[in-house]
């Protein structure tokens, strides 16, 4: 992926949750690939878009209020990230997709988002995603 993030075959990605999850929490198996792809993003060489419904998830977790401020603000301070609003066209695209492929509701939602955004990928570590035909899905350990 390092090396197809240079050749800037990928303008624009769609980032799930979980890598957010992983980055902001330093999560030790994770953190070098995360690392990467945020490097990209503030260096101009990557876009990325990821739906609204990521800071909700980022915040649900249990934690103090001061480690959830961090988060949220280190969120939302992401160079180059696109954060997209559920519209009428994602709502009725992930509900088409959750039909289709029963994923979870929020899978549906940031699928259908990235879609929307016309990102090339979409990259996550969840790998029952990867089984989504109608956007190239990368896992973080293909990084």
Known sequence: M???LSQNKYKLVGLDTNIFIYHFRNDPQFV???DLIFK???DRRVRAVTSIITIAELQAFRAPEKVLQDIRESFLSTPNLITVDVNQ???LGS???RREYKFALADAIQLATAID???QTFI???KRLKLFKRLPVTLLTEI
Do not use: P, Q, R
């Open 2 to 4: 390092k090396k197809v």
């Open 32 to 34: 070098d690939k995360t």
């Open 40 to 42: 990209f993003l503030e």
């Open 89 to 91: 066209e994602i709502a």
């Open 95 to 97: 509900a088409e997709i």
């Open 117 to 119: 955004a016309k990102a």
């Open 124 to 126: 996550t570590n969840d």
